[in-house]
């Protein structure tokens, strides 16, 4: 949860937050721009919705220590409201969003089409397989997300082997949340860091998991085109275009239970052999 604190204008205002995720040596991502999501949040007033958000990450932060989150309010409009996010860490930048409020309204509308994908239910959780691969290890930790993620065809932890740069995955929480539409799309901007540059890897051999392998975002836009459940399964399509030159890239179309276009989101990371 954030803490409010004293601000120094009108259009500036300051919160503070701890990211205490305890499952690496870094902060993860998708917890810095839920907090930065909640925290623009907390600056608009309703009927306004917050229907894109666009990162950076800057730096690497530590887990345990004070983030300070600044809202600016760049401008009050109509039908849109801006919000410029700084996010500190002992006295330097870590990260900076840029998210828009809309007022809601009708208009013309067309919409992907959601792929076939077999029922969430049949398939493995990840953290099962991960929990699997460590104990392979020697490892007793147990990997522990509150994210549940299902992937169609799972990819490869041990010796991946060249495949097509295509992912389909189930994802919801893995515990109910309240009925709120702020946070369910904190969440979602939560659990949206975990999946989309994994099928930057797929044609090269390699993963996250791979000795001498650096993964890290560098940047993530996300687009909520209505209102969404992610404590209800929705699948993410994935599709990566490009990896090259230690950056890899990859997008993603994410579909309700009901075959609705809800988000989308693309990512660019650090995709480095060392």
């Known amino acids: 949860a954030l803490k409010r604190l004293d601000s120094p204008s009108e259009t500036l205002t300051r919160f503070t937050g701890l990211c205490n995720d305890d499952s690496g040596e870094r902060i993860y991502g998708g917890q810095v721009m839920a907090q930065a999501m ?3 949040q907390q600056t608009v007033a309703k009927p306004y919705v917050l229907h894109s958000m666009h990162s950076t990450f800057l730096r690497q932060g530590a887990i345990g220590v004070p983030l300070t989150y600044c809202v600016e309010a760049m401008r009050n409009g ?6 410029q996010v700084v996010v500190e860490q002992n006295n330097k930048i870590v990260f900076t969003a840029t998210l828009s409020f809309q007022k809601p309204e009708h208009g013309v509308s067309h919409a992907a089409t959601m792929p076939d994908a077999p029922n969430p239910e049949s398939l493995i959780k990840e953290s099962h397989r991960i929990n699997d691969f460590l104990a392979s290890k020697g490892i007793n930790n147990q990997y522990d997300w509150p994210i549940d993620v299902r992937f169609v065809n799972p990819p490869a932890i041990i010796d991946p082997q060249p495949q097509p740069p295509r992912l389909l995955a189930w994802i919801k929480t893995s515990e109910t949340l309240p009925d709120n539409d702020d946070l369910q799309r904190q969440m979602f901007a939560y659990a949206s860091d975990n999946p989309i540059l994994m099928p930057a890897f797929f044609p090269h051999r390699i993963n996250p998991f791979t000795p001498n392998v650096m993964a890290a975002t560098l940047s993530h836009s996300i687009w909520i085109h209505q209102a969404l459940k992610i404590d209800d399964w929705l ?3 994935v599709d990566s275009d490009f ?6 890239m990859g997008r993603a179309k994410v579909f309700n239970t009901q075959g609705q276009l809800v988000a989308s989101a693309v990512q660019e990371g650090l995709v480095r052999q060392r």
């Open 38 to 40: 909640s925290a623009g």
């Open 78 to 83: 109509r039908s849109f409201l801006s919000r």
């Open 235 to 237: 699948l993410f399509e």
């Open 243 to 248: 990896t090259g030159g230690g950056r890899g």
